[in-house]
């Protein structure tokens, strides 16, 4: 984590703006706060990509975008999208035009600059190589898969640093915690499967009941792990005969990531 902070802080100065991508499932707990502190006073543009929207409820989608254009400029985005990804270049020009007008006007042809910058699993990567075309910057559906910074050029008129995702810390919010490994931002292995997974469900029964009943016919009356035992039963996750909620956890987050549930969000503006 401090190698990387101290990456993204050394080369902010070769920057003319920052796209912070944010997963639009769970958007505040993705705001790092290192990221924060260290763009104060920097005087750098920054767009707010609320990536993964077609994960996202599509009612909620409208609000945050709403919220985050107060904070600067702000859009949504589908990372494997090459039609919605190309509005990034054009938020982008939109953000330095006037910077761009002046280096027309003295003659300079100077690329455009933008760092990226967002927590583990973010879609960062995949927005960039969505935008060039080809992967040139790692990705994978697991955080730490860009270790390092990676310049990557856009077109003639445009250059973008990946940097690596990064997390904070110390998590003094818990729920954010929780929702940071939800969505995968938080290594697997480092979790309690079945704990965490009940923690989703009773956050599922409270946000979205009626997915969760039509999804797995889960009875809503029941503990989140009554709710646990009873999917995993279903889905057949046995071992030695006996269910095997570990396995069912894993199934259960793995269909929350795919969107399997339904379009879910978990943070609402009211949440900020």
């Known amino acids: 984590m401090a190698k990387s902070m101290r ?4 080369n902010l100065k070769l ?22 502190k260290l763009l104060q006073g920097r005087n750098k543009k920054a767009l707010y990509i609320l990536n993964k929207c077609d994960l996202a409820d599509p009612e909620v989608n409208p609000l945050l975008l709403e919220h985050f254009a107060k904070k600067g400029a702000a859009m949504l985005a589908t990372g494997t999208d090459k039609a919605n990804v190309r509005g990034v270049l054009e938020k982008l020009e939109e953000l330095l035009a006037e910077k761009i007008e002046k ?41 730490g898969v860009t270790r390092g910074k990676q310049w990557v050029k856009i077109s003639d008129g445009v250059e973008l640093l990946d940097t690596p995702g990064t997390l904070w810390n110390a998590f003094e919010d818990q729920q954010a915690a929780r929702h940071l490994a939800y969505i995968g931002s938080i290594d697997d292995d480092v979790t309690d499967r079945e704990q965490l997974c009940a923690f989703l469900l009773e956050e599922l029964k409270e946000l979205y009941p ?20 009873q999917i ?7 071992k030695g005969g006996e269910v095997d909620t570990f396995r069912g956890a894993r199934a259960i987050l793995d269909d929350f990531r795919k969107a399997r549930i339904g379009r879910i969000t978990l943070e609402r503006p009211q949440d900020a």
């Open 7 to 10: 990456l993204i802080e050394e």
């Open 15 to 36: 920057v003319d703006a920052v796209l912070y991508v944010l997963d639009a499932r769970a958007a505040f707990s993705c705001l790092n706060p290192l990221f924060d």
């Open 103 to 143: 280096n027309k006007k003295k003659g300079i042809t100077l690329p455009v600059r933008a760092m990226v910058i967002g927590i583990p699993n973010s879609g960062k990567s995949t927005i960039i190589n969505t935008l060039c075309g080809n992967k040139k910057a790692s990705t994978g559906n697991r955080p």
């Open 210 to 229: 009626k997915q969760l009943e039509a999804k797995y016919g889960a009875d809503l009356t029941l503990s989140p792990y009554e709710i646990l035992y």
């Open 232 to 238: 995993s039963k279903k889905k057949g996750c046995l």
